[in-house]
C-alpha cells in the first residue's frame, strides 16, 4: 500500500526491510523483494510526495556550492518515482571496458563484472519499458546501410547503440503496484532524520513528515536508495565526527570522487549525407547509433571512455560544399553534410571532486552537504585527440574532414554543466581498503546497512546509469530473496 503521513500519521513499524528512497532503485528493489518474498514486511520511505516538491521540501535538499557551480537543484526530484520525473529515457548497458581503470587511475575495478550483470538487464529493460535489449548497431546498419559510415578495422573509431525508455516514470507508472503488494508499505512524506546504530548493525531508522509526527521503523536490513548526494550525506551525517582513517563508514574514500558525465563539442565535420549519428526511427523504435573510440585505442594509453553524435546543421561553417566529392582532394563521390558534433565524456575520478558536510543543519537536524565539483585536465584532451583520430580516419577513407573549434583554455573554465548523473562518492569494491561498500553495496564494515544507486559506480563509462542501477537492484533482490515467485508485469 501507500500511505501518505500528512494525511495518515504512522506509527512506529517493524520490516525484515527498510528502504530509503523511492527511485528506481528503491521501487525496484521493494517490489521485486515483495514479489519474490511474500514472507517477507517491506517498508519503503520517500520524503516527498506523488508530485512535485514543495519549496519546503526543496530546501532540505539545498547544498553548498564550491568554486564551480552545479545545478544541484535541478538534478533531483524528492517525489515518488525519484528523478525518473525527468529523465531523458537513454538507455545502454556499460561496455566491458567500463568495468576496470588504468593502473594509472585513482580507482578500483569493480567487484562485479558484465557477465555479472547479463543475467539482470533483461529485467531492467522491463522495468524501464525499454521494447529491445540488442544493442549492436550492425543490426541497425543493415537495414539502413546509407545512414552509416564506413569504419577501417585499423580506424580506432567504432560504434554502439542507445535505445530509449518512453521515458518511464517510476513514480506514477509503478504506483498502482506499490499500492497492490500486500507485503509492502510506502510511505509518503516519510523524511529520514537518523539512523541508529549499535555497533556493527542499523536497528532502526527515525523518520518524520515536516510538521509531523516522528516514528521508527526497525528492521534486519536497511537501504539507502535516495540518490548519489543525499545517499553520501546521509552516510557522512552517520558517520559524524569519527575520523576517516578506516573501512566502510570511516573510509577516506567516501564522498570523494564525485562524478558527472558531461558533453564537449570539438567541433565541425563535412561528411556524407544522412549519416544516422543520433537520435532516430528504426522499425518505429527509437535509436541512436553514436561513435566512440575502439577498445584498442582506450587501452593503448589508458584514456576513458565517451561518444561523438553528429547533428545535421544548415550552415556550412565546416568546409564548402564545393570542396567535397572532389576526387583531387581525396573525397569519395556523392553528396555531403556539415555536422555539429556533440560528445559525451566519461569523467576521470578526482579524489578532489567531492561531497563533505558543513556545519549548517537542515529542517530535519542533518548537516548539510558542499559539494566541490572537479573536472580532470585531461578529459577535455582524450575528447579532442579522439576528435583528430576521427578526423584523420575520414580524410584517408575520402569521407570527409573536421574542423576543431573547440577552445582549450574554455577545459578549465566554470562553465561546464552536468547530465545529473551523481556517481562515484560511495564506490563499491573488492577490497575494503579501496571503496566503501562490498559488491552488493553493504558497507564494508557495517553487518546490515546497504547503497543502492550510481555513487557505487568506481568507473563511470558513458552511458547514462539508470539502466545498470535497475539491473543492480534486481540483483540484490535475487541474492537476498533467491528465485522470483513471480515477475512485474
Known amino acids: 500500500m501507500i500511505q501518505d503521513l500528512l494525511v495518515h500519521p504512522s506509527g512506529d513499524l517493524r520490516a525484515d526491510v527498510c528502504i530509503c528512497g523511492a527511485g528506481p532503485a528503491g521501487i525496484v528493489l521493494a517490489l521485486e523483494l ?15 510526495g506523488r508530485t512535485v516538491e514543495s519549496e519546503r521540501d526543496r530546501a532540505l535538499y539545498e547544498v553548498e556550492m564550491g568554486e564551480k557551480s552545479y545545478a544541484v537543484a535541478a ?19 556499460l561496455e566491458p571496458t567500463d568495468f576496470t581503470s588504468p593502473a594509472h587511475w585513482s580507482a578500483p575495478d569493480w567487484p562485479v563484472t ?22 549492436d548497431p550492425a543490426l541497425v546498419r543493415a537495414r539502413h546501410p546509407q545512414r552509416f559510415l564506413q569504419l577501417p578495422a585499423d580506424s580506432g573509431v567504432t560504434e554502439h547503440l542507445f535505445r530509449f525508455s518512453p521515458p518511464t516514470r517510476f513514480g506514477t507508472r509503478y504506483a498502482a503496484d506499490l499500492e497492490a503488494q500486500e507485503n509492502l508499505t510506502c510511505l509518503l512524506h516519510a523524511n529520514v532524520r537518523a539512523l541508529e546504530r549499535r555497533a556493527d548493525r ?29 545517499n553520501t550525506r546521509s552516510l557522512l551525517n552517520l558517520r559524524g565526527d569519527a575520523p576517516d582513517d578506516g573501512i566502510g563508514l570511516h573510509s577516506p574514500h567516501l564522498g570523494r570522487f564525485f562524478a558527472d558525465h558531461y558533453g564537449v563539442r570539438p567541433g565541425l565535420v563535412l561528411a556524407p549525407s544522412e549519416l544516422g549519428y543520433l537520435r532516430w526511427s528504426d522499425q518505429g523504435v527509437a535509436v541512436m547509433p553514436v561513435l ?29 560544399g564545393g570542396y567535397a566529392g572532389q576526387a583531387a582532394l581525396g573525397f569519395s563521390a556523392g553528396e555531403y553534410w556539415n555536422y555539429n558534433v556533440q560528445m559525451v565524456v566519461e569523467p576521470r575520478p578526482s579524489a578532489e571532486s567531492r561531497i563533505t558536510l558543513t ?17 580532470h585536465d585531461e578529459d577535455v584532451g582524450t575528447a579532442l585527440e579522439f576528435f583528430d583520430a576521427f578526423g584523420a580516419m575520414l ?22 554543466t552536468g ?17 566503501v561498500t562490498d559488491a552488493d553495496g553493504r558497507v564494508h564494515d557495517m553487518d546490515n546497512l546497504y547503497v543502492a544507486g550510481s555513487a557505487l559506480f568506481p568507473r563511470y563509462g558513458y552511458s547514462n546509469p539508470t539502466l545498470t542501477i535497475v539491473a543492480l537492484a534486481i540483483r540484490l533482490a535475487e541474492r537476498w530473496a533467491g528465485a522470483p515467485q513471480e515477475l512485474p508485469a
Not at 515483495?34 to 516527498?48: F, H, N, Y
Not at 527515525?206 to 543525499?230: D, K, M, N
Not at 556545519?359 to 573536472?375: F, I, K, N, T, Y
Not at 564506490?427 to 575494503?432: A, D, L, M, V
Open 395 to 416: 580524410a584517408r577513407s575520402g569521407q570527409g574532414r573536421i574542423r576543431q573549434t573547440y577552445d582549450i583554455a574554455q577545459a578549465r573554465r566554470a562553465t561546464t
Open 75 to 93: 538534478s533531483r526530484r524528492r517525489m515518488l518515482g525519484g528523478t525518473t520525473a525527468h529523465w531523458g529515457g537513454w538507455s545502454k548497458p
Open 114 to 135: 558484465l557477465d555479472d550483470l547479463e543475467p539482470y538487464l533483461a529485467g531492467a529493460h522491463r522495468w524501464c519499458e525499454i521494447p529491445s535489449d540488442g544493442y
Open 292 to 320: 566512440t573510440p575502439s577498445s584498442d585505442w582506450l587501452h593503448e594509453k589508458g584514456r576513458q571512455s565517451l561518444c561523438m553524435m553528429l547533428d545535421p546543421t544548415p550552415t556550412a561553417e565546416s568546409l564548402p
Open 419 to 435: 547530465a545529473n548523473h551523481h556517481m562515484g562518492t560511495i564506490r563499491f569494491s573488492k577490497n575494503p581498503e579501496d571503496g
Open 359 to 375: 556545519d549548517q543543519r537542515c529542517e530535519l537536524g542533518l548537516r548539510r552537504a558542499r559539494l566541490d565539483w572537479h573536472l
Open 202 to 230: 542499523i536497528v532502526s531508522v527515525s523518520a518524520i513528515p515536516l510538521g509531523g509526527r516522528a516514528f521508527t521503523v526497525h528492521a534486519e536490513r536497511f537501504v539507502l536508495a535516495q540518490g548519489g548526494l543525499e
Open 34 to 48: 515483495a514479489k519474490r518474498r511474500p514472507d517477507w514486511r517491506i517498508v519503503l520511505l520517500e520524503g516527498g
